[in-house]
């Protein structure tokens, strides 16, 4: 090679490229950032309120702890992080871009640059549009107290512990339980 092409050859290879992700597709005009989910205008019937799911829970606790031997009445209290949490269909684009530059002394050099892009999919429902839900995640439980009477005997104590820890997959170090006083 002369000069002149050699001195060029790296130009030439970093319009090629250039070229070459313009028909690939990888790179974009300015299309501002994805649209955020709308919120929804009202609350969907199946959706519960943080309340509604400690009581619930609460109630199924309840029913289920007066049933083990050893144990009377109950009382549970449920502690929960958040409401329930959707996942949403997203789709994704990615496009990646690669220069390769090389300089008259043989150095060479290579820089790679790559974009992701989500965006919720939504359908058409009722003259507007939904986002599709992939699934729907229980709330996390923070905490239970049980206060119970029986409890005063270290195996009930263990067996309401078990019970709750493996009825909400709660850690047992969450799960405080207590006697109940007697009533006169």
């Known amino acids: 090679m002369d000069g002149w092409t050699k001195a060029r050859t790296p130009l030439l290879l970093a319009v090629a490229l250039l070229a070459a992700s313009l028909f690939a597709g990888g790179i974009r005009g300015r299309e501002g950032p994805p649209p955020a989910p709308a919120k929804e205008a009202a609350a969907p019937a199946t959706e519960e309120t943080m309340a509604a799911y400690e009581a ?49 002394q043989g150095g060479r050099r290579t ?11 939504r359908l058409a429902q009722g003259g507007g549009e939904a986002p599709v839900v992939v699934k729907t995640l229980k709330p996390r439980v923070r905490g239970v107290v049980v206060v119970a009477e029986g409890a005063e005997s270290g195996a009930v104590r263990a067996w ?19 006697p109940k006083k007697a009533v006169r």
Do not use: F
């Open 56 to 104: 619930r829970y609460a109630a199924m606790l309840t029913e289920v702890l007066e049933q083990v031997l050893g144990v009377g009445r109950v009382t549970v209290m449920v502690n929960l992080d958040s409401t329930e949490e959707r996942v949403y269909e997203k789709n994704t684009r990615t496009s990646r871009q690669e220069t390769v530059e090389s300089d008259g």
């Open 111 to 121: 820089i790679g640059d790559a974009t992701v892009d989500e965006e919720v999919v």
């Open 160 to 178: 309401i512990t078990d019970v709750v820890s493996r009825a909400l997959d709660v850690p047992p170090h969450r799960v405080a339980v207590v």
